[in-house]
């Protein structure tokens, strides 16, 4: 048993009562925490390895709903376009050339981005997902990937195939810390037959569905043009969600959709500077909330935002809505991170495990360190943790007990090669693209 404390260290549980410790201890036993509580009261403890500091605070690990993860490889290479140009001119083309190798050095940037920033769990949807599984499974971080599916691509049957023998194969993988899902990338990519398929096979399994619905004005037009109803309409009318399904972005949406949202309890994963930079809208947030919709954040892919900062989303959904909607206490700081965390595991179906830093769940833990300029004075943590906190103030990442990033180094990832690789695959993919 491999045992780590954390303390001294101020604590922000993102608990359902939300509780912060100021003076806290953090004990974890191999993948779970045992002990979370006041340090003057904590048990004796016998640890193998010690964090911590006054300066430090720590917080559940950030969950990233939705992303495209191997798109690192695309970061830059398309920008300031409309959302279905940039798919079809720019994006679709460079990814026509994608290898598996590709995918597995695009997916361990993405990781050691994402740990360095404080995600310690993400939803993935990209093409090759057994060698986004494979640099998952080596990093140790935990994420939920995509058995994913575009409909127009040839051999539709095989594919789908071989993502429900993915979803078996994986599912439980890398001690625990891979939760396979099915990924239908939309209705304007999937035909119905398509689509039946794939929800009889995520609810024979018990899994989850993850796709993108009324991401922008044009999309809800041709679904509804296409299938007879608006996208969230069209979802349940096809039995989507009559078991759990996660949509990303959600930005158009009527009366009736928000009903069937609500009622359905269907997930939302919020991409607020995606939205932004492909002008597809503002998501009605405040209205999802008030309606008890479960709500996480997400960066998509970096082609589209362009890093995989968290906290970046984090300010911005404190932010933006507010504008939007012209009220000054629409999201506030403490919904903001809840969404990052506990929120964005319940998009998961993970918050049993994961999302909140309580005794019995496991160890995903990040201290950041306040000791800089724009995080003082202390006057309010949570403030801090949305409207100041930067990638750069992680110090350490916890996940599944296990110490991957320590003072801000990595402890086993080698990023410099990860770099140097990920580099040679984006050059020759940008070579070979039309």
């Not at 796709?211 to 109803?229: I, L, N």
């Not at 995989?308 to 984090?314: K, R, S, V």
């Amino acid at each position: 048993m491999f045992r780590i404390q954390i303390s001294p260290v101020s604590a922000v549980t993102c608990n359902d009562s939300f509780d912060i410790i100021e003076d806290a201890a953090i004990h974890i036993e191999d993948n779970r925490i045992s002990f979370i509580g006041a340090r003057k009261g904590a048990p004796d403890f016998e640890a193998d390895e010690i964090l911590g500091g006054e300066h430090l605070v720590a917080m559940p690990g950030l969950v990233n709903t939705h992303t495209h993860a191997a798109m690192t490889l695309v970061r830059g290479f398309a920008d300031d376009m409309a959302l279905e140009s940039w798919l079809q001119t720019k994006i679709w083309p460079f990814e026509k050339n994608l290898t598996r190798e590709d995918v597995y050095w695009g997916t361990s940037l993405a990781i050691a981005e994402m740990l360095q920033g404080g995600t310690t769990t993400f939803a993935d949807m990209y093409f090759f997902y057994e060698d986004g599984a494979r640099a998952i499974s080596e990093s140790g971080i935990r994420a939920c990937p995509g058995g994913v599916l575009l409909g127009f691509l040839p051999e539709a049957d095989k594919r789908i195939a071989n993502a429900i023998a993915f979803v078996r194969e994986y599912s439980g993988a890398a001690n625990g810390r891979i939760t396979p899902f099915f990924a239908p990338h939309s209705l304007y990519t999937c035909d119905r037959a398509q689509w039946e398929k794939l929800i009889k096979a995520a609810h024979d399994a018990g899994v989850l569905l993850h796709t993108h619905a009324a991401e922008t004005q044009r999309e809800v037009a041709d679904v509804t043009r296409d299938w007879g109803a608006s996208p969230i309409q069209t979802l349940e009318n096809i039995g989507a969600l009559d078991g759990p399904l996660l949509a990303a972005h959600c930005v158009h949406l009527n009366e009736a959709d928000l009903e069937i949202m609500e009622r359905r309890n269907l997930r939302v994963a919020h991409n607020p500077t995606s939205n932004l930079k492909l002008a597809s809208g503002f998501a009605p947030i405040e209205n999802f909330l008030a309606r008890g919709i479960t709500t996480g954040l997400a960066t998509d892919g970096a082609a589209s935002n362009n890093n995989l900062d968290m906290w970046q989303e984090i300010r911005l959904a404190a932010l933006i809505h507010k504008a939007a909607s012209g009220n000054p206490t629409a999201i506030s700081a403490r919904e903001a991170v809840l969404m990052a965390t506990r929120n964005g595991a319940r998009c998961l179906n993970l918050d049993a495990e994961i999302g909140s830093l309580e005794t019995g769940k496991k160890a995903d833990v990040i201290p950041l360190d306040f000791d800089a300029p724009h995080l003082t004075p202390r006057h309010n943590i949570v403030s801090h943790l949305a409207y100041s906190a930067r990638a750069s103030d992680v110090h350490s990442t916890i996940v599944d007990g296990k110490v991957l990033l320590k003072n801000r180094e990595f402890v086993s990832l080698d990023a410099s090669k990860i770099q140097h690789e990920a580099q040679k695959c984006a050059t020759r993919l940008a070579d070979l693209a039309p």
